[in-house]
Structure formats: structure tokens, C-alpha cells
């Protein structure tokens, strides 16, 4: 288990009130960025499977969910009914109990680059992590810390990474954009999260809504075109 001293999500939060964090996306947030907020992926009883690729990623341990079905009315808390920022679904991650340090994350939700898609899309084979809204599901036990890491293409080793501890209560989605993650997730083909509390990293789940993603392709604008009046 990762043990450093994390700045809490509450701190975080002192950037921003609850209000805004459900505002529209800056657009200087995602200005170039493809944003991903799972809403048009159907569900069946609030619940349903993330597509492979779903705009050229795949998503490794996630499930999608949409929190004010009827069927979640008394299964989930009201209070965690904002984990989809926006309406109607979010996508939830959990580790299954597996474990998952920042010595080899390996079982824990992923979300990489789908290299037959970036091929044939003609996009390079990376991209950079410009955006998301996390959410840790209920009042998360002491202790508990949310890990997000970045893989640089061409490493298997973790190259960036961003944590911080949830306090005993409720909390809204957590807006983590450049100004918080810095600019170190760029060129990336594989990002991991997960959250855990415990000395034995037991698992706890999250939400993701509102993930922003840039993708770089492998011709100018001007090949694209020039490629376009040739077929």
C-alpha cells in the first residue's frame, strides 16, 4: 500500500463549490479533447457494459451505471446520486478486492488505448488525460485514498501519478483538470485508478462522469485532405 502523505479531497473541493462542479466544462478545459460522458450507452436495471473500444479506449474493470434508475431508488444513498455529473450515466471501477499498489497496479481498473483502432483511425498509438470528475461511492471508511497513474507509451512502469484521502463523509464528484493533475499526462497509453483503505488496500468503489481525452493524429490536416480527394 502506497503510504505517502495525501492532500485531502476536501482541501481539493476549496477550489471549487458544490455548484460548480455541476456547471458546463470550461471550454478551455477540453479545448482539442474528446469528452466522454457515457451517456449513450444503454443500460438495463441502472446497469450496463462499457462497449470494446468505446471512442477508441478500453476500459478495464469498469461497469456503467445510471444512478437515478428506479431500479437503484433504496440501493444506493440519494446522496451519491450526483456521481453522474452528467445525466444519466457514470462509469464505476472497482478492484474486486485485488491488489493494486503503486509497485504494480496490474488489477486495477484501467482505461488504455485500443491500438487496432488508433491504427486504423490513424492516431498515434497515445493520448493525454485532460479531464475528469471522481467520485468515492458513500461515506468512505478512514483512510481512504484514491490513486490515479499514468503510463507513458512505450513504459511499463507508471510514469506520473496524482492521490489524495477521502474524509468520513459524503462526498460531491471531484473536479481534477490541469491546474490539479499538471501537465504531466500527456503522451500516455494507459491510465489506472482505484481507491482503497486499509493496511491490506481493500477496495472501494468510484465513479468517473465527464472524461476528457486528446487524441493526436498521424498526419497534418493538410494529408487528411489531400488524403480525402484521392479516394
Do not use: C
Not at 431500479?71 to 474486486?96: E, Q
Not at 483502432?117 to 468512505?140: H, N, Q, R
Not at 493496511?199 to 485532405?225: C, M, Q, R, S, Y
Amino acid at each position: 500500500m502506497f503510504t505517502a502523505n495525501l492532500p485531502s479531497i476536501a482541501l481539493l473541493l476549496s477550489y471549487f463549490t458544490t455548484s460548480s462542479l455541476q456547471l458546463s466544462i470550461p471550454v478551455k478545459a477540453l479545448e482539442g479533447s474528446t469528452l466522454l460522458n457515457f451517456d449513450d450507452i444503454s443500460t438495463e436495471k441502472g446497469s450496463g457494459s462499457i462497449p470494446t473500444p468505446y471512442n477508441r479506449l478500453s476500459f478495464s474493470k469498469f461497469s456503467v451505471i445510471a444512478p437515478k434508475d428506479p431500479y437503484w431508488d433504496g440501493k444506493i444513498a440519494d446522496a451519491d446520486k450526483d456521481l453522474a455529473v452528467s445525466d444519466p450515466n457514470a462509469i464505476i471501477g472497482s478492484k474486486f478486492g485485488l491488489s493494486a499498489t503503486l509497485d504494480g497496479a496490474n488489477d486495477a481498473p484501467a482505461i488504455y488505448l485500443n491500438s487496432s483502432v488508433a491504427k486504423k483511425d490513424g492516431i498515434e498509438p497515445w493520448f493525454s488525460l485532460t479531464y475528469l470528475k471522481i467520485k468515492a461511492l458513500g461515506a468512505p471508511p478512514p483512510g481512504t485514498s484514491i490513486y490515479i497513474l499514468g503510463f507513458e507509451y512505450g513504459s511499463n512502469d507508471y510514469t506520473t501519478f496524482w492521490a489524495a484521502s477521502y474524509r468520513e463523509m459524503f462526498n460531491p464528484p471531484t473536479l481534477l483538470d490541469s491546474k490539479i493533475l499538471g501537465s504531466d499526462w500527456a503522451k500516455l497509453h494507459r491510465v489506472e485508478i482505484w481507491a482503497e483503505y486499509g493496511e491490506e488496500g481493500n477496495d472501494h468503489d468510484f465513479a468517473i462522469d465527464d472524461l476528457g481525452v486528446k487524441f493526436f493524429p498521424t498526419k497534418t490536416k493538410e494529408e487528411l485532405h489531400s488524403a480525402e480527394l484521392k479516394k
